[in-house]
């Protein structure tokens, strides 16, 4: 069953203000996107029909900016586009913009001295490709007037973070075999084609100057662009005509449009078709999380967000259950989780890859540990023991070695059993926000959901030794875990707040209401009581729940930021001091349905708040999940406008705590752990030294 289509009538299409805060995003399996408004005015730099990702899935270009499209009726012309430069609006096409829907993908209606005009904007799965369909029919006229439609393509031809400025380095030629003009203006980028079935291609060479980003405005950053026009495609129509212009970095014909259109929506049918539930929420999550799985090499990675993020490993692990796992597709964990353990150095993931293709930046203490956590997530749907024993297995036990021994950025296990990580000038954990050389959130120490991690992956890897047969290895890890559990309870216990402290060791204890202690409830292996869990999930509640997610600070703190906006120095300083996370929901959800039994009431209260959920999708990206929204009322959506850690982590909570009958077992710990003993922490995890990828047969 599909989702139904997301659909704006006039009265939401000829409001410029409600219109330009609605965007649509086509994504291509590679890095590569399409994405503007519904009306086609641009309010984003990154904003245009043809973004490639030219070294998959980074290296991305701004090829094709957008088509200038007037529509001739008699000779009347009829601009439909929309654009805004300083103090003006033009053309406005808009009021000519009867309907919008996305139904899978951008589908645009216009009306015109009775006649109708639908445009059809995708992309083609594994290409770096952008089809345009126009269709006119007829409406309350039996006679059908001398009609043509003229599209104009703006060119940008830029890195996709930057803008294009007026230039004399353009080549201003192009090539024009029949259906392809072939266009290279600047040495070194790669070719645009667009195919077409236009009657007639003229040549222009015009530079359109001054186009304003409304949105870069807001965000403090360069906001002008001049985009070039290099020819003018005239379609000449009959009833029921159809105008194709197909943009892609390779030749193509455009009499291949139809084709790649069924062929495209059979794909994404086929991806609904594997969704787990036919809940509403469940199909249009499993159809969004579609966009973020793309190519790296021979293997796959996860698109943070769209449009400005490329793969992160923090944010790839955490998204991993969502998005393959509970959408049918767990080779491409397999896939992913193999691409990342070839990365590892010095037991730390890659917290990111830049755009440029330059050496991973390993600046993170979570990231790989969350890589723990998302190998037990695949084991427990697939079983696949075989594969994690032959590929991972060897990977974890270096890593788990180098977090004992001590690795980058200070990160290693102190006397307590618990991980240190952070030194002067470094973000480690997702509060990443950084000025400069001001870490705005550095929580160097050790960090609450740094030690639920650790224990989680230290009890990962107990399971995994003692199914691969190495006693030694198990016996080891259990004391390793203990001793953590321990020192966790008696350290991070906020016995006044009834929560846990945020940060410990870092010249006081830090008891600021953070959202990050849920995860010490929500993670498989918790160190928690029950008891101990319902309260952290209560103050959470209390203090941080929003119907978008978790506040990243207390609105009783001083240090509470009430909205994110401004320039880059207020929001970057907004982002973790009570700014909203959607992707926190589903930890939240977690830890609430099970700290409550997980009774039918408490999955019915979770779905009510699934259901607020998706009042979102028809907001912001369509169909799609922000990365954040403010911290106070009403919550307006801000950040990268489509992010895979929300989709995938509220996809992961709806399937496996609202929407399905089996339990999730969970190990919580005794209530103080009285009298339990433990050997002192030897220095190397040498036991696992002795596991060999034959161990477990």
């Known amino acids: 069953m599909s989702p139904h289509p997301i659909q704006f009538q006039r009265a939401i299409c000829a409001d410029l203000q409600q219109a330009t805060s609605r965007e649509w995003l086509e994504a291509n399996g590679l890095g590569g996107f399409a994405s503007s408004t519904i009306t086609g005015l641009n309010t984003r730099r990154y904003h245009g029909l043809l973004c490639a ?109 930057s803008t294009t400025h007026r230039n004399d380095a353009i080549n201003q030629g192009f090539d024009n075999a029949p259906g392809v003009i072939g266009l290279t203006p600047y040495a070194g980028l790669p070719s645009l084609f667009l195919a077409h079935n236009a009657a007639d291609v003229g040549s222009t060479g015009h530079w359109y100057n001054n186009f304003e980003y409304a949105m870069e405005r807001e965000r403090g950053l360069d906001f002008q662009e001049d985009l070039f026009n290099p020819v003018v495609l005239r379609y000449e129509f009959g009833l029921c005509a159809q105008a194709t212009v197909i943009a892609a970095t390779g030749p193509r014909d455009a009499g291949s449009a139809p084709q790649l259109r069924r062929d495209e929506l059979a794909r994404r049918a086929a991806v609904l078709a594997a969704a787990p539930s036919p809940e509403p929420i469940v199909q249009r999550l499993v159809a969004a999380a579609d966009a973020y799985i793309v190519q790296r090499g021979s293997l796959r990675t996860v698109i943070a967000g769209y449009p400005w993020f490329s793969d992160w490993g923090r944010d790839t692990m ?236 207390s609105p009783r703190d001083p240090a509470y930021r009430p909205r994110y906006e401004g320039g880059v120095y207020e929001r970057d300083s907004a982002y973790h001091q009570g700014t909203v996370w959607p992707w926190l929901l589903g930890p939240f959800i977690t830890a609430y349905v099970r700290v409550n039994g997980s009774t039918s009431q408490a999955k019915a209260e979770a779905a009510s708040w699934l259901d607020t959920i998706g009042a979102h999708f028809t907001q912001a990206c369509l169909g799609q999940i922000s990365e954040i929204a403010d911290a106070d009322s009403p919550h307006v959506p801000r950040g990268c406008p489509a992010q895979a850690w929300s989709v995938a982590e509220i996809l992961r909570a709806a399937i496996q705590d609202v929407y399905s009958t089996p339990a999730i077992v969970t190990e919580h710990q005794g209530a103080d752990d009285a009298g339990l003993e433990v050997d002192p922490i030897p220095g190397i995890f040498s036991a696992a030294n002795n596991l060999h990828n034959d161990g477990g047969r």
């Not at 991305?60 to 009829?78: A, M, N, P, Q, W």
């Not at 216009?110 to 594994?126: A, S």
């Not at 080891?476 to 966790?488: M, T």
Request: hydrophobic share 40%.
């Open 53 to 161: 990702a030219t070294k998959p899935p980074v290296g991305r270009l701004l090829l094709l900016s957008k088509l200038e499209e007037t529509f001739i009726v008699d000779g009347r012309r009829f601009d439909l586009s929309v654009n805004q430069y300083p103090g003006a609006v033009h053309p406005q096409g808009h009021h000519y913009l009867c309907e919008f829907r996305l139904d899978p993908f951008p589908i645009f209606t216009y009306q015109v001295e009775g006649l109708e005009i639908e445009k059809r904007v995708f992309m083609v799965h594994g290409e770096n490709t952008t089809v345009i369909e126009y269709e006119l029919r007829a409406l309350d006229r039996e006679d059908l007037p001398s009609c043509r439609l003229e599209l104009r393509p703006l060119i940008a031809f830029r890195d996709y973070h």
């Open 318 to 553: 955490i998204a991993l259950p969502g998005l393959t796992l509970h959408t049918g597709r767990p080779e491409v964990a397999r896939q992913i989780l193999q691409a990342f353990a070839e990365s590892v150095d010095q037991g730390i993931l890659p917290n990111r890859f830049p755009d440029a293709g330059e050496t991973p930046e390993y600046n993170t203490a979570d990231a790989t540990l969350w890589f723990f956590e998302a190998i037990r997530a695949y084991l427990a749907s697939t079983g696949d023991y075989t594969f994690v024993r032959d590929h991972l297995f060897s990977t974890l036990r270096d890593i788990v070695n180098a977090h004992l021994r001590g690795t980058r950025y200070g990160i290693r296990v102190e006397g307590d059993g618990l991980l240190h990580c952070g030194e002067p000038g470094v973000q480690l954990t997702w509060m990443d926000a950084k000025i400069g050389d001001w870490v705005v959130t550095p929580r160097t120490g050790k960090p609450v959901e740094i030690q639920a991690l650790w224990y989680n992956a230290l009890s990962v890897m107990q399971d995994l030794s003692h199914r691969f047969g190495d006693l030694g290895a198990e016996v080891f890890l259990r004391s390793l875990a203990q001793h953590a559990r321990i020192s966790f309870n008696e350290r991070f216990w906020n016995d006044e707040a009834g929560c846990l402290y945020d940060v410990i060791d870092a010249g006081g204890h830090d008891a600021s209401i953070r959202p990050n202690q849920i995860f010490a409830a929500s993670l498989h292996h918790s160190m928690l009581s029950a008891s101990r869990a319902a309260q952290v999930v209560r103050t959470v509640h209390r203090d941080l729940f929003t119907p978008l997610g978790l506040r990243s600070l």
